[in-house]
Protein backbone atom coordinates (compact mmCIF):
# COMPACT_ATOMS: atom_id res chain seq x y z
CA UNK A 1 0.00 0.00 0.00
CA UNK A 2 1.44 3.38 -1.23
CA UNK A 3 1.48 6.55 1.17
CA UNK A 4 -0.80 8.71 -0.18
CA UNK A 5 -0.50 12.65 1.35
CA UNK A 6 -3.78 14.48 1.87
CA UNK A 7 -3.65 18.12 0.70
CA UNK A 8 -4.80 20.37 3.61
CA UNK A 9 -6.90 23.52 3.72
CA UNK A 10 -4.95 25.06 6.73
CA UNK A 11 -1.13 25.43 6.75
CA UNK A 12 0.63 23.90 9.90
CA UNK A 13 0.49 27.51 11.42
CA UNK A 14 -2.71 28.03 11.12
CA UNK A 15 -3.04 24.30 12.40
CA UNK A 16 -1.39 24.72 15.84
CA UNK A 17 -3.16 28.02 15.82
CA UNK A 18 -6.08 26.91 15.95
CA UNK A 19 -5.49 23.92 17.89
CA UNK A 20 -4.89 26.17 20.80
CA UNK A 21 -7.89 27.84 20.18
CA UNK A 22 -9.69 24.79 20.39
CA UNK A 23 -7.64 23.27 23.60
CA UNK A 24 -8.61 26.22 25.28
CA UNK A 25 -12.45 25.53 25.08
CA UNK A 26 -11.86 21.96 26.05
CA UNK A 27 -12.87 21.31 29.90
CA UNK A 28 -9.65 20.07 32.10
CA UNK A 29 -11.99 16.85 32.54
CA UNK A 30 -11.89 15.85 28.85
CA UNK A 31 -8.21 16.72 28.59
CA UNK A 32 -7.50 13.48 28.93
CA UNK A 33 -9.48 12.46 26.59
CA UNK A 34 -8.09 10.49 23.68
CA UNK A 35 -8.52 12.41 20.35
CA UNK A 36 -6.95 9.93 17.80
CA UNK A 37 -4.77 7.04 17.28
CA UNK A 38 -1.20 7.44 15.66
CA UNK A 39 1.24 4.50 14.90
CA UNK A 40 -1.31 2.05 17.64
CA UNK A 41 -0.53 4.88 19.93
CA UNK A 42 -3.71 6.26 21.46
CA UNK A 43 -3.07 10.45 21.63
CA UNK A 44 -5.01 12.78 24.46
CA UNK A 45 -5.65 16.80 23.76
CA UNK A 46 -3.57 16.59 26.74
CA UNK A 47 -0.42 14.74 25.44
CA UNK A 48 -1.23 16.43 21.47
CA UNK A 49 -0.77 19.65 23.18
CA UNK A 50 2.86 18.75 24.68
CA UNK A 51 3.83 17.86 21.52
CA UNK A 52 2.36 20.75 19.36
CA UNK A 53 4.03 23.22 21.45
CA UNK A 54 7.52 21.44 21.38
CA UNK A 55 7.40 21.34 17.57
CA UNK A 56 8.00 17.68 17.16
CA UNK A 57 7.26 15.58 14.18
CA UNK A 58 4.70 13.91 16.14
CA UNK A 59 3.16 17.42 16.88
CA UNK A 60 2.99 17.91 13.09
CA UNK A 61 1.47 14.31 11.99
CA UNK A 62 -1.12 14.89 15.24
CA UNK A 63 -1.71 18.34 13.42
CA UNK A 64 -2.59 17.05 10.18
CA UNK A 65 -4.72 13.88 11.26
CA UNK A 66 -6.66 16.48 13.46
CA UNK A 67 -7.29 18.71 9.89
CA UNK A 68 -7.65 15.89 7.77
CA UNK A 69 -10.53 14.72 10.45
CA UNK A 70 -12.13 17.93 10.03
CA UNK A 71 -11.71 18.78 14.00
CA UNK A 72 -9.46 21.77 13.42
CA UNK A 73 -10.92 23.52 10.00
Known amino acids: MENV ?11 K ?8 N ?3 GFRGGIILVLDDEPITWHSARIEIQSDTKLGQRILEQLVTLGILK
Not at 5 to 15: E, G
Not at 17 to 24: G, I, L
Request: proline residues 5%; aromatic residues 18%; hydrophobic residues 55%.
Open 5 to 15: KIAIDINISQA
Open 17 to 24: ERFFEVYA
Open 26 to 28: IPF
